[in-house]
């Protein structure tokens, strides 16, 4: 961010500092609000690369890379120009990326220093007009050290971009990102426990409407009429609430 300095130290006017700031904290924010959890973590995400082209002067572009699947994938790319240089680091299995994920550290390339430790992304970024790259990991909270998932991936027409203010920014919203991937899991999971819990209700009550009605056409007990439909279950080896849709729905269809 800004121009270096004749010591080589980052420059960094106050008011670009306090834009880049006040941007951080409107997306901050955000994430709190009590819909952000709802959305889709591609949406939160996306949400996030967006703000850091906005807060960091010398970002051109930003992507995000997943590594906790089965490989490495791209979810986010505010510029699909930048698409290949994500994907060529992946198929090598090496790259700035993947090397600030595993060492979980920051990791600044300026593209063309690279070459004998990077090819393929040299290669590409080269291509692609890209001359800095910065990469710093994603690591949501957990026991132990957090668990490891991505990298915010930025990149620049500028080598002499991303300097120590930059890293933290990104150090800073990147925490923000790992706290959207919780907050995404846990609203995930409850949604998924309450679903769960409603498709119970709704089994249960119609377990209860099939007993009602084989209590009425055979003048039996609540635990006989149960019976009948666990017997009928075991039987015919289909779930219990299966068998009662069916025998409500064959006693409550309208007649030929």
Same mark, same amino acid.
């Not at 004749?6 to 500092?17: L, Q, R």
């Not at 209860?208 to 017997?231: P, S």
């Given at each position: 961010m800004g121009e270096l300095g004749a010591n080589g130290a980052g420059s960094v006017s106050m008011e670009t500092v306090a834009v880049a700031l006040d941007t951080v904290t409107e997306a901050l924010d955000?994430?709190?609000? /009590?819909?952000? /959890?709802?959305?889709?973590?591609? /949406?939160?995400?996306?949400?996030? /690369?967006?703000?850091?082209?906005?807060a960091l002067l010398d970002a051109d572009a930003v992507s995000v890379t997943r590594i906790d699947t089965p490989d490495p994938v791209t979810i986010v790319a505010t510029d699909d120009t930048v698409l290949d240089i994500d994907a060529q680091q992946y198929a090598a299995n090496r790259g700035p990326c993947l090397a600030a994920a595993h060492r979980r550290a920051p990791v600044r390339a300026v593209i063309g220093e690279h070459t004998d430790q990077w090819p393929e992304f040299d290669t590409a970024a080269k291509l692609a007009g890209i001359r800095a790259y910065l990469s710093v990991p994603v690591i949501v909270d957990g026991d132990g050290p957090g668990e490891l998932v991505g990298s915010f991936n930025v990149y620049s027409y500028r080598a002499e971009a991303f300097d120590p203010f930059d890293e933290?920014?990104?150090?800073?919203?990147t925490t923000a990102a790992s706290a959207a991937i919780s907050n995404s899991r846990r609203w995930h999971s409850a949604a998924a426990k309450v679903g769960q819990l409603e498709a119970a209700l709704v089994s249960r009550a119609e377990i209860d409407q099939a007993k009602g009605m084989l209590m009425a056409m055979h003048n039996i007990t609540a635990d006989e009429a149960f019976f009948r439909l666990v017997e009928i279950s075991q039987r015919t080896r289909t779930k219990l609430h299966r068998v009662a849709q069916t025998l409500i729905a064959s006693l409550t269809a309208p007649d030929p």
């Amino acid at each position: 961010m800004g121009e270096l300095g004749a010591n080589g130290a980052g420059s960094v006017s106050m008011e670009t500092v306090a834009v880049a700031l006040d941007t951080v904290t409107e997306a901050l924010d955000q994430l709190r609000s /009590a819909t952000a /959890a709802e959305e889709t973590l591609e /949406a939160v995400l996306g949400r996030l /690369a967006r703000t850091t082209v906005i807060a960091l002067l010398d970002a051109d572009a930003v992507s995000v890379t997943r590594i906790d699947t089965p490989d490495p994938v791209t979810i986010v790319a505010t510029d699909d120009t930048v698409l290949d240089i994500d994907a060529q680091q992946y198929a090598a299995n090496r790259g700035p990326c993947l090397a600030a994920a595993h060492r979980r550290a920051p990791v600044r390339a300026v593209i063309g220093e690279h070459t004998d430790q990077w090819p393929e992304f040299d290669t590409a970024a080269k291509l692609a007009g890209i001359r800095a790259y910065l990469s710093v990991p994603v690591i949501v909270d957990g026991d132990g050290p957090g668990e490891l998932v991505g990298s915010f991936n930025v990149y620049s027409y500028r080598a002499e971009a991303f300097d120590p203010f930059d890293e933290k920014l990104m150090c800073l919203l990147t925490t923000a990102a790992s706290a959207a991937i919780s907050n995404s899991r846990r609203w995930h999971s409850a949604a998924a426990k309450v679903g769960q819990l409603e498709a119970a209700l709704v089994s249960r009550a119609e377990i209860d409407q099939a007993k009602g009605m084989l209590m009425a056409m055979h003048n039996i007990t609540a635990d006989e009429a149960f019976f009948r439909l666990v017997e009928i279950s075991q039987r015919t080896r289909t779930k219990l609430h299966r068998v009662a849709q069916t025998l409500i729905a064959s006693l409550t269809a309208p007649d030929p």
